[in-house]
């Protein structure tokens, strides 16, 4: 068997791409805007701010501006404007901003070859090249790790976890049956601290 480098990056980047959209799904426009970490997470927000760094690494980085009006990272914007919704933007402009972002990202990758380099506008001028390969592995990582954290605040809001809605990632079992495991947890937490 053999395989097509791109095709697995794009693999794993599109998988991350979808289960961070599934984290909206069925939610309220308070549910994906409110922030429920002391940093102020948020699902709308993280889907914001990975789309603004698809656009910045995968696109300007080689040469390839989207044209998108991205205000919240222009100098003088707000400190992170990236991570969170204003009450004017939509969710569907975040959502089909991204989906744009995909688009244009997607191209990239299909025009240029993975040693291609490119400079990060951002980055200082004397270490600012990198590889292609190395900006969609960066984007990957960038994406599950927002990912992640959006699994973790979409479970706080209603208990929904898991890459999509068919597939949970986690150990089958009944609200009961996970209410008992978080106990064992939190007592074997609380030993360990009485322990140490």
Known sequence: MTSDPKADLRFYLQSARDALLWKLEGLSEYDIRRPLTPTGTNLLGLVKHVASME???????????????????????ELNADMWATADESREYIVE??????????????ALALHSTGKVPWWPSDANELTLHHAVVRIIAETHQHTGHADIVRELIDGSVGLNKANASMAPGDSAWWENY?????????????DA
């Open 55 to 77: 656009f910045g690494y995968l696109g300007d980085t080689f040469g390839r501006p989207s044209g998108e009006p991205l205000p919240w990272l222009e100098d003088g914007a």
């Open 97 to 110: 901003l991204y989906r744009r972002a995909w688009a244009h990202s997607d191209s990239t990758i299909d």
């Open 182 to 194: 978080r106990s064992r947890v939190e007592r074997a937490a609380q030993e360990a601290d009485r």
